[in-house]
C-alpha cells in the first residue's frame, strides 16, 4: 500500500510563508493528480488545489487563489504546496491525496482521492 508523506508544516505568522511537500513512499508510484485539502478544528474537511499528473493542468479553492500555489516534483510521485500571504483562517490540518488508477481529471471532492497522507498542521497566528 503505498503511503503518502506530508512534510513543511508549522507556526508562522499572518502574511507569511510556508511550503508543504508531500511524497509517496513508492518511487515508481505515479497518480493522475494529486491534492491537497485541510480540516480546521470543529469544520469539516475542505479542498484547497490539485494538479494533473502533467502539472498542467491545476485547480485551487477560492480562498486561496493567488496565494497558493501547488506543483509536481520531477519524479511525479511528489507534491509541493506553497503557500503564500497566510492568514489565520488557513489554520488547519493540510493533508495530501492521491487519486486511485482509474480516476480521470482534477477531482475536488475528497472521496476521488484514494490514498492520503497523515496530515500536517499548518498554524497561522493573527
Known amino acids: 500500500q503505498v503511503q503518502l508523506v506530508e512534510s513543511g508544516g508549522g507556526l508562522v505568522q499572518t502574511g507569511g510563508s510556508l511550503r508543504l511537500s508531500c511524497a509517496a513512499s513508492?518511487?515508481?508510484?505515479?497518480?493522475?493528480?494529486m491534492g491537497w485539502f485541510r480540516q480546521a478544528p470543529g469544520k469539516e474537511r475542505e479542498f484547497v488545489a490539485t494538479?494533473?499528473?502533467?502539472?498542467?493542468?491545476?485547480l485551487f479553492a477560492d480562498s486561496v487563489k493567488g496565494r497558493f500555489t501547488i506543483s509536481r516534483g520531477n519524479a511525479k510521485n511528489t507534491v509541493y504546496l506553497q503557500m503564500n500571504s497566510l492568514k489565520p483562517e488557513d489554520t488547519a490540518v493540510y493533508y495530501c491525496a492521491a487519486t486511485g488508477r482509474g480516476t480521470l481529471g482534477l477531482p475536488t471532492t475528497g472521496f476521488m482521492y484514494a490514498y492520503w497522507g497523515q496530515g500536517t498542521q499548518v498554524t497561522v497566528s493573527s
Open positions: 513508492d518511487r515508481t508510484f505515479s497518480s493522475n493528480a
Open positions: 494538479i494533473s499528473w502533467s502539472g498542467d493542468s491545476t
